[in-house]
């Protein structure tokens, strides 16, 4: 049976001397599953243990794509298959004069000073991919995940999958944005067990113990803290030891 | 190495803890001891695998799925041949069109921990993948259930279940239970698989008077890390 989010729950109950489950007020349930959220979101972010691949059609003319939300952030841009090296404006403005206005095959990318969630194309595309459509047809997102490969329509109703060449099309991969948790039973989709049961309950000790409240402990908050930047750490070693990305 | 029960394990957290097993339930006992031992196999690696990736190599497929029970992946071979680890953005830039490129696989790269991609793709098909890993820990439930370890795991396990239940209690016996952290560290450094691991520093809050000559306030004194 996967883990829940009971397990990590039972378990702060245990450490807040609540065993049969917050009833006392210092910390409510709610609180506890926003913690739990922000812990989540704080892990996959700094680690990448799961990390999503979205393909989408670049047009002539229009530099701005977005970057769906199961993507957190965008930490490499592919175009026809081929990586992107990533820029930010004020190196733009340095090599290049009106980079934001002239057309040409896009050789680079980057993603501040422009809306969240998004990323820009430099130079702006001068030509039009295959369609790719999405699932969700005529609504978005409209691209594909998992592969930068994708199905392309070639005559009418007709779909094949075609190669990164083929479609020229613009891939993002980052890391997943998990599935907020609402209730006891809900999973950990993106998280193995093992690390869920080990390590998760500590980012949420070492917040309710920090924060302005009468749980406020900061030696305890210290140690939850070390203890949930250890699993931190041990994924963090595990993405250098099987070669840094960049 | 040998084969210790869950309640051989038991018994060693249970003395550490003046066998207050009322303060300290069974169950309790139970799941802190099966938290360690994941920990433990998270940094040392105890636990590994080698797991055939389901189905063989599809003709120019680039992304496979880790194999079910492989939590860590440490090396993948193809047709028995080890392959050379990489990373996605090293490849990208050695080879402009590695997701198409074709041939005999010699390199992988990971795609988070659940996903992997061989570079070239498997120009035949039909290859068998096998992934070698740490492996998922079987959770110890009942009292006679097993796990093959070495002794000094479990003293490892045993160090750290006692600052893991004295947590509840706080103030000053949390406080030196806690310091039991740098022995921890001390002995799973020595026996972590991850040489780039920096392990997280954990800091001892120490009241000071003037009298030490300090003034009054609060002292932080590292305590392990």
Known sequence: ?246 | MGTFSLQQIDQRVLDALDNNSQEFPQQQRYAVINQGLYRLNNLCGFSQKTIAVPGFTVANQLIYSSPTGILIPLSVDFEGQRLEPTSRKRLARRYRDFTTDTGLPREWARIGLSRFLIHPADSFGGGMLEMTGVANLTKLVQPGDTTLLEDQFIECVVLWAKARLLLKEGGKAFEDASMVFQQYFKQVKVLSIWSDLSFPSYWILQETSPGDGKGAGVEMIKAGG
């Open chain 1, 1 to 246: 049976m996967p883990a829940t989010v009971e397990d990590v729950y039972s378990e702060v109950c245990f450490d807040l001397l609540e065993d049969g489950g917050l009833v006392l007020g210092l910390v409510t349930f709610q609180q506890f599953i926003d913690y739990l959220n922000l812990v989540l979101v704080d892990l996959l972010k700094e680690t990448g243990i799961s990390v999503q691949i979205f393909t989408q059609t670049v047009q002539a003319g229009v530099s701005q794509y977005p970057v769906p939300e199961p993507i957190m952030r965008p930490d490499e841009a592919y175009l026809a298959g081929t990586l992107l090296e990533q820029s930010d404006v004020q190196d733009l403005n340095n090599r290049f004069t009106k980079w934001r206005y002239t057309p040409g095959y896009p050789l680079r990318w980057h993603n501040d000073e422009i809306p969240p969630q998004t990323v820009e194309l430099v130079p702006v595309p001068n030509y039009t991919g295959a369609f790719i459509r999405g699932t969700a047809f005529p609504d978005p997102p409209n691209g594909q995940f998992g592969d930068w490969s994708a199905s392309v329509e070639t005559a009418p109703a007709v779909f094949t999958t075609e190669s990164a060449p083929v479609t020229a099309a613009l891939t993002v991969v980052g890391p997943v944005l998990p599935t907020p948790v609402v209730g006891l039973g809900d999973p950990f989709p993106e998280i193995a067990d093992d690390f869920v049961l080990a390590y998760v309950s500590f980012g949420v000790l070492e917040r309710i113990f920090s924060s302005d409240s009468e749980l406020k402990d900061p030696q305890r908050a210290l140690w939850a803290r070390a203890q949930y930047r250890e699993g931190i750490a041990i994924l963090k070693a595990i993405t250098g030891e099987l070669g840094p990305d960049d």
